[in-house]
């Protein structure tokens, strides 16, 4: 089993920046690929980015590509999502992921074998 524990989420004036740290415990992510995902009432998840094992390959939802970027401290069994520029329409409840192995299917959640809370951020006008 992996737990996993979102944080870093508040609220920030658009364009400001916050740093999402998703922390694992149970055992080592270092063979899951992670992901971050998000979700605003009445909608559904939506995919952000994702990072597999080796931290050698990211990928990004449109609409945040070029804003935010994910990364991964394996020794410390963390994942960590940098986002910039926000704009209020990044207000959602953030959740991170976790997958054993790899997948094509990288923006379905039903890939995801572990997810945490989520924490929130809002974003001003």
């Known amino acids: 089993q992996v737990q996993l524990v979102e944080s870093g989420g508040g609220l920030v004036q658009a364009g400001g920046s916050l740093r999402l740290s998703c922390s694992a415990s149970?055992?080592?992510?270092?063979?899951?690929?992670m992901g971050w995902f998000r979700q605003t009432p009445g909608k559904e998840r939506e995919f952000v980015a994702h990072i597999t094992w080796s931290g050698g390959s990211t990928y990004y939802g449109d609409s945040v590509k070029g804003r935010f970027t994910i990364s991964r401290d394996n020794a410390k069994n963390t994942v960590y999502l940098q986002m910039n520029s926000l704009k209020p329409e990044d207000t959602a409840v953030y959740s991170c992921a976790a997958l054993r192995g790899f997948t094509a299917r990288l923006v379905d959640i039903t890939e995801y074998d572990y997810w945490g809370q989520g924490t929130q951020v809002t974003v001003s006008s």
């Open positions: 149970g055992r080592s992510i270092s063979s899951y690929a």
